[in-house]
């Protein structure tokens, strides 16, 4: 990732880091998370927790007794915070800074792993996510299950019109400069004190970008087709959709569900 890139997206989470901070405390693991989690990851097999801010799912995790958990944030300050409320708790988890594009871990050292909260399309450029898809196959072993969300572009009719609009403005290139590519958003949060970039896709685009980094898709639902989630998580992240995908081994494929 370009230090510039890079270097946005560590100053956007500087303002958030009270919100992420609330949600480790007071919101932990979503219904939908836990359903997943359960599903596909076992308690004594290792999990990367990426983008693990300032702990959320790391210590909702640790808790429900996956303790084999390791995080990793690009945000040294998101992490500063976790290293406290980890020490406080006494806990045993190791939370490391990184890029994802270039994880400090060596081939197939984890059993899964879970990009939550939309992460994944936090990073800018499809190039750059696809990269970022090969990284995490690279560290997980055979058979790894991958657990990640997205926002889809196309779910919403309050939306069609902004997205239409959209389109008009990047055919004339006169979209905000900020952004890389259609679909790009710089989102404010409620009180307008910080901005973050979010990259909505379709649901092609993510399956074709999973079919570039060699992942299989094995399931994959819209939270709220499944799940009525509590207020305080509605008021914390918008509708998303769960992709889980494996690292299938040659030969051993597995069908999508």
Not at 91 to 107: A, H, R, T, Y
Not at 111 to 118: I, M, R
Not at 129 to 134: E, F, G, I, N, P
Request: glycine share 6%.
């Amino acid at each position: 990732m370009e230090k510039g890139i890079e270097k946005y997206i560590k100053n956007t989470y500087k303002s958030a880091i009270d919100k992420y901070k609330k949600a480790t405390h007071h919101i932990g693991l979503w219904n939908s998370e836990e359903y997943v989690i359960d599903k596909y990851f076992n308690k004594n097999e290792s999990i990367l927790d990426l983008g693990c801010g300032t702990g959320r799912t790391t210590f909702a995790l640790y808790k429900r007794g996956y303790t084999k958990i390791t995080g990793l944030d690009l945000s040294e300050e998101m992490l500063d915070v976790a290293r406290k409320i980890r020490d406080k708790m006494k806990l045993e988890i190791d939370f490391i800074q990184g890029n994802v594009l270039e994880l400090p871990f060596s081939d197939n050292q984890f059993d899964n792993a879970l990009f939550s909260f939309n992460g994944l399309m936090q990073i800018p450029k499809r190039t750059n996510r696809v990269k970022a898809l090969k990284e995490i196959k690279r560290v997980l072993k055979p058979d790894g299950i991958f657990i990640f969300t997205t926002h889809d572009r196309n779910r919403g009719e309050e939306f069609k019109e902004f997205w239409q609009k959209e389109k008009k403005k990047w055919e004339k290139g006169i979209q905000d400069k900020r952004l890389f590519e259609y679909g790009d958003r710089i989102t404010s949060t409620k009180n307008n004190n910080s901005e973050l970039f979010i990259h909505l896709p379709t649901c092609k685009e993510v399956v074709n970008t999973l079919k570039k980094s060699g992942f299989t898709l094995i399931e994959d639902f819209f939270r709220s087709d499944k799940f009525e989630e509590p207020k305080a998580v509605k008021d914390f992240s918008g509708e998303c959709q769960f992709w889980i995908v494996k690292n299938c081994v040659e030969g051993n494929e597995t069908k999508n569900k």
